[in-house]
């Protein structure tokens, strides 16, 4: 079975300051997916980065940034330069590359506000 | 433009009651899932299918039931018989297969039970 635990509840950072929130995962498939959304006030999950296990490079998107460290099992998204609207829950997400289903497990989120 | 749309945003309904909530999508996904939120947890699946007619429990199945007689259609059924109906629904869809497969959400339906 498949666990995504984020340890922080809740992160504050200034405006234009980078972040980082934490994410780490158990699982005992050899290849998976590991998925970042960002879930704004009004509630609408929006994705944010993916990383495969197997890639080489940890995964950019923009101002987002995943620090994927296999042998630690963690993925940490980095959110460089925040902005007021980076405001929102986030939620880490795994997904098992094997037996077809390729369903996510998500983690309880970590709130993020950005002070300016 | 594509996307997932979930309606009603806001229901209410008295204790005993069933109650369907809508998911449609127009990104030609095959996979479409259903969640269920409740404060300070993260998502947890109540059904998901991954073709037209055919459709598996999720973690939180009791008291809900599904339908996926077309594609771009998922709707769930909250039966009275769910003991705490009370939460934030989210429909989700994906390409269902490959090495990227991120998830694409609706709006959500909050539904209030009373």
């Known amino acids: 079975a498949q666990k995504i635990t984020q340890t922080q509840p809740g992160m504050f950072v200034q405006e234009k300051e980078a972040v980082t929130l934490d994410c780490t995962y158990d699982t005992s498939d050899p290849s998976y997916g590991l998925f970042w959304y960002k879930q704004p006030s009004s509630g609408e999950m929006i994705f944010l980065i993916y990383q495969g296990s197997y890639d080489q490079q940890n995964a950019t998107e923009g101002r987002y940034s995943l620090n994927f460290q296999k042998a630690r099992k963690s993925a940490n998204l980095v959110i460089s330069a925040s902005q007021l609207g980076d405001s929102a829950m986030y939620f880490c997400a795994m997904s098992p590359h094997s037996g077809g289903s390729y369903i996510p497990t998500f983690g309880r989120g970590t709130s993020l506000i950005v002070h300016p | 433009d594509g996307g997932i749309t979930q309606s009603p945003k806001y229901l209410f309904r008295k204790e005993g009651q069933n109650v369907t909530l809508s998911c449609e999508q127009n990104l030609n996904h095959d996979a479409m899932y259903w969640y269920r939120q409740d404060p300070g947890q993260g998502l947890r699946l109540i059904y998901y299918s991954q073709i037209v007619n055919d459709f598996q429990k999720g973690d939180i199945a009791e008291g809900y039931s599904v339908s996926r007689e077309k594609k771009e259609s998922f709707p769930l059924t909250v039966t009275s018989a769910q003991k705490n109906p009370t939460a934030f629904y989210l429909c989700?869809?994906?390409?269902?297969?490959?090495?990227?497969?991120?998830?694409?959400f609706g709006p959500g339906t909050r539904l209030t039970v009373t």
């Open positions: 989700a869809s994906s390409t269902g297969g490959g090495v990227r497969y991120e998830q694409y």
